[in-house]
C-alpha cells in the first residue's frame, strides 16, 4: 500500500469531495477514484461511501484514516528529520488559523518564510477554537492557534494578550465614555460572539455576573460589526479584529479590563520545521512590542 493513496485518502476525507481532492492534488478525478478503489480493493473493505450529496467516510475509513494520518506524519517526519541533519530545512507545516490572525499575521510571518526558509511550505486551514483543537488532536494540523486552554495532550506556547474593547455606535448612550464600567452593560442590546470552544466574552461577562440583552448570536465579525453600525446594539470583540471600522462606530476599553490570550498548540514531539515555523512567529512578535 503505497503512501501516495493514505495521502489521496486523506485529503478526500478533509474536502469530502472527489473534485475538491483532485484539485487540491493536481490529479484527474478518475484517478483519485481509481486509487481510493484499489486501496479498498487492497484492505478488503469500503472506505469511502458515495452518495448523490458527495462522500463520507464508513467507520473503517474513519479508523484507517487515524493510522494513516500517523504513517504519513512520521513519513515528514523522517523527510525533515534528514534534511535537518544535513543543515537545511526543509519541509511542510499545517497551520490552523482563526480568521483574525490569518489577515492580521500570517501574511508577513509567510512573506519571512518564503524569503529565508523557502524550503519550508505553509498550509493554512482556517476553523475556530474548537476545529482547532481537534485538528491537533487528530492530527489534520501540525499546529494551531488556541486561546488559552492548556490540554497535556499538546504542547502550548503563549504568546499574545489581546484586549477585549467594547464597541459601539455613535448612537449609542454609552458613545462618549473615555472607558465603561462592565456593570453598565446589564440589560443593553448586544451582540454575542458564536463560536465553538471557550468564548472569551462569555467567560468575561459571566465573570462578572453581567448579563447583557442578547440580541443576536454571530460568529463573524463582520457580521456583528455591521449590526452595530446600523445601531441595532454594542458588542465586545477582541482588539486584533477591529483594525478597520466606519468612523460612526468607537472602541472603548473596558474600566476591568479583560483580554483573550492567544497561543500556539502543537504536538510534544514537533517536527523541525513546525518548530522553525515557531520560533519565526515568536521573534516576529516579540519584535512588535
Same mark, same amino acid.
Request: aromatic share 6%.
Given at each position: 500500500?503505497?503512501l501516495?493513496?493514505?495521502e489521496?485518502?486523506?485529503?478526500?476525507a478533509?474536502?469530502?469531495?472527489f473534485?475538491?481532492? /483532485?484539485?487540491a492534488?493536481?490529479l484527474?478525478? $478518475? /484517478?483519485v477514484s481509481?486509487?481510493?478503489?484499489?486501496?479498498?480493493?487492497?484492505?478488503?473493505? @469500503?472506505?469511502i461511501?458515495r *452518495?448523490r450529496t458527495?462522500?463520507?467516510?464508513?467507520?473503517?475509513?474513519?479508523?484507517?484514516l487515524? *493510522?494513516?494520518?500517523h504513517?504519513?506524519? +512520521?513519513?515528514?517526519?523522517?523527510?525533515?528529520? +534528514?534534511?535537518h541533519?544535513l543543515?537545511?530545512?526543509?519541509?511542510?507545516?499545517?497551520i490552523?488559523?482563526?480568521?483574525?490572525?490569518?489577515?492580521? %499575521?500570517?501574511?508577513?510571518?509567510?512573506?519571512?518564510m518564503?524569503?529565508? &526558509?523557502?524550503?519550508?511550505?505553509?498550509?493554512?486551514?482556517?476553523?475556530d &477554537?474548537?476545529?482547532?483543537?481537534? %485538528?491537533?488532536? *487528530?492530527g489534520?494540523?501540525? @499546529?494551531?492557534?488556541?486561546?488559552?486552554?492548556?490540554?497535556?495532550?499538546?504542547?502550548?506556547?503563549?504568546?499574545?494578550h489581546?484586549p477585549?474593547?467594547c464597541?459601539? $455606535?455613535?448612537?449609542?448612550?454609552? &458613545?462618549?465614555?473615555?472607558?465603561?464600567d462592565?456593570?453598565?452593560?446589564?440589560?443593553?442590546?448586544?451582540?454575542?460572539? *458564536?463560536?465553538r470552544?471557550?468564548?472569551?466574552v462569555k467567560?468575561?461577562?459571566?465573570?462578572?455576573?453581567?448579563?447583557?440583552?442578547?440580541?443576536?448570536?454571530?460568529?463573524?465579525?463582520v457580521?456583528?460589526?455591521?449590526?452595530?453600525?446600523?445601531h441595532?446594539?454594542?458588542?465586545?470583540?477582541?482588539k486584533l479584529?477591529?483594525?478597520?471600522f466606519? /468612523?460612526?462606530?468607537?472602541?472603548?476599553p473596558l474600566?476591568?479590563?479583560g483580554?483573550?490570550?492567544?497561543g500556539?498548540?502543537?504536538?510534544?514531539? /514537533?517536527?523541525?520545521?513546525?518548530?522553525?515555523f515557531a520560533?519565526?512567529?515568536?521573534? %516576529?512578535l516579540?519584535?512588535?512590542?
Amino acid at each position: 500500500m503505497s503512501l501516495v493513496k493514505y495521502e489521496i485518502l486523506n485529503k478526500v476525507a478533509e474536502q469530502m469531495s472527489f473534485t475538491k481532492a /483532485a484539485e487540491a492534488l493536481g490529479l484527474t478525478q $478518475s /484517478a483519485v477514484s481509481h486509487a481510493i478503489s484499489s486501496l479498498e480493493k487492497e484492505l478488503g473493505f @469500503a472506505l469511502i461511501h458515495r *452518495s448523490r450529496t458527495g462522500v463520507t467516510l464508513t467507520s473503517e475509513g474513519q479508523t484507517m484514516l487515524l *493510522s494513516m494520518r500517523h504513517v504519513l506524519d +512520521a513519513e515528514e517526519l523522517l523527510q525533515q528529520e +534528514a534534511a535537518h541533519i544535513l543543515g537545511v530545512t526543509r519541509g511542510k507545516v499545517r497551520i490552523g488559523v482563526i480568521s483574525s490572525i490569518s489577515s492580521n %499575521w500570517m501574511p508577513e510571518i509567510i512573506q519571512i518564510m518564503d524569503t529565508h &526558509y523557502p524550503g519550508i511550505t505553509v498550509e493554512l486551514r482556517e476553523g475556530d &477554537y474548537y476545529e482547532i483543537e481537534h %485538528w491537533i488532536q *487528530s492530527g489534520e494540523v501540525d @499546529a494551531g492557534f488556541l486561546n488559552g486552554d492548556k490540554s497535556d495532550q499538546f504542547q502550548y506556547i503563549e504568546l499574545r494578550h489581546d484586549p477585549l474593547l467594547c464597541i459601539v $455606535s455613535d448612537k449609542s448612550p454609552l &458613545y462618549n465614555k473615555e472607558e465603561i464600567d462592565i456593570a453598565e452593560l446589564e440589560n443593553m442590546p448586544f451582540i454575542m460572539t *458564536s463560536y465553538r470552544g471557550k468564548n472569551d466574552v462569555k467567560v468575561l461577562l459571566e465573570q462578572y455576573q453581567v448579563k447583557p440583552n442578547i440580541r443576536f448570536e454571530l460568529s463573524e465579525e463582520v457580521g456583528i460589526i455591521s449590526m452595530i453600525t446600523h445601531h441595532l446594539g454594542m458588542s465586545i470583540l477582541p482588539k486584533l479584529v477591529i483594525d478597520r471600522f466606519p /468612523a460612526s462606530l468607537r472602541t472603548i476599553p473596558l474600566k476591568q479590563g479583560g483580554y483573550r490570550t492567544i497561543g500556539l498548540a502543537m504536538k510534544h514531539h /514537533a517536527s523541525p520545521v513546525t518548530k522553525k515555523f515557531a520560533e519565526i512567529l515568536k521573534t %516576529w512578535l516579540d519584535e512588535q512590542n
